[in-house]
Antibody, heavy 124, light 110 residues
Framework: EVQLLESGGGLVQPGGSLRLSCAAS????????MSWVRQAPGKGLEWVSG?????????????YYAESVKGRFTISRDNSKNTLFLQMNSLRAEDTATYYC????????????WGQGTLVSVSS | QSVLTQPPSASGTPGQRVTISCSGS????????VNWYHQVPGTAPKLLIY???RRPSGVPDRFSGSKSGTSASLAISGLQSEDEADYYC???????????FGGGTKLTVL
């Protein structure tokens, strides 16, 4: 059974940093692209970043970012530990959202499994 | 303002057929396949339709997807109360070099 378990969310001040993790199990992690998708309270879904499978744990994986987070967020993965990461720096109030990790099954926007989400709140 | 345009709301009575549209451009829907998601508030989204019209295993055939040019549609037939949820379309966009979503459509079963 595929499982995605996010962690690392919490309350942070504007300008601060957080690192989200997504522990994956139940599938061959290294062969699937993964993404982070967020949802601000009461709002719609917003894609944040995606990274391709990368093969081996030391293989450089291509990554992509939404304009709203480019230069501030970094996506990465450790295929040896079946874990996806999102390093978030220079956080702003508008980054407040539930962050989901999602496994791609069809292209970059077809995610067949999602985590339960982790809440990030940016406030002073 | 979302890159893909969906109606903010839709409604129908049990047993009816409803459609939800998703309008884009040549850089997104016109060039890439569309995926649809269903989300009950407070829970994670669920893949409903992928590659424009394919259903993942477990999704009832009451749900169908189609695409023509730069627009896509989700149709739900035999509407049931449990279909009440938010629905989103998504695809890749060449101009933005990223994934774009529609703003979401809240479906109400009257």
């Amino acid at each position: 059974e595929v499982q995605l378990l996010e962690s690392g969310g919490g309350l942070v001040q504007p300008g601060g940093s957080l690192r989200l993790s997504c522990a994956a199990s139940g599938f061959t992690f290294s062969t699937y692209a993964m993404s982070w998708v967020r949802q601000a309270p009461g709002k719609g879904l917003e894609w944040v970043s995606g990274i391709n499978g990368g093969g081996g744990s030391t293989y450089y994986a291509d990554s992509y970012y939404a304009e709203s987070v480019k230069g501030r967020f970094t996506i990465s993965r450790d295929n040896s530990k079946n874990t996806l990461f999102l390093q978030m720096n220079s956080l702003r109030a508008e980054d407040t959202a539930t962050y989901y990790c999602a496994k791609s099954s069809s292209g970059w926007s077809g995610w067949d499994h999602w985590g339960q989400g982790t809440l990030v709140s940016v406030s002073s | 303002q979302s890159v893909l345009t969906q109606p903010p709301s839709a409604s129908g009575t049990p047993g009816q057929r409803v459609t939800i549209s998703c309008s884009g451009s040549s850089s997104n829907i016109g060039s890439y396949t569309v995926n649809w998601y269903h989300q009950v508030p407070g829970t994670a989204p669920k893949l409903l339709i992928y590659n424009d019209s394919r259903r993942p295993s477990g999704v009832p055939d009451r749900f169908s997807g189609s695409k023509s040019g730069t627009s896509a549609s989700l149709a739900i037939s035999g509407l049931q109360s449990e279909d009440e949820a938010d629905y989103y379309c998504a695809t890749w966009d060449d101009s933005l070099n990223g994934v774009v979503f529609g703003g979401g459509t809240k479906l109400t079963v009257l």
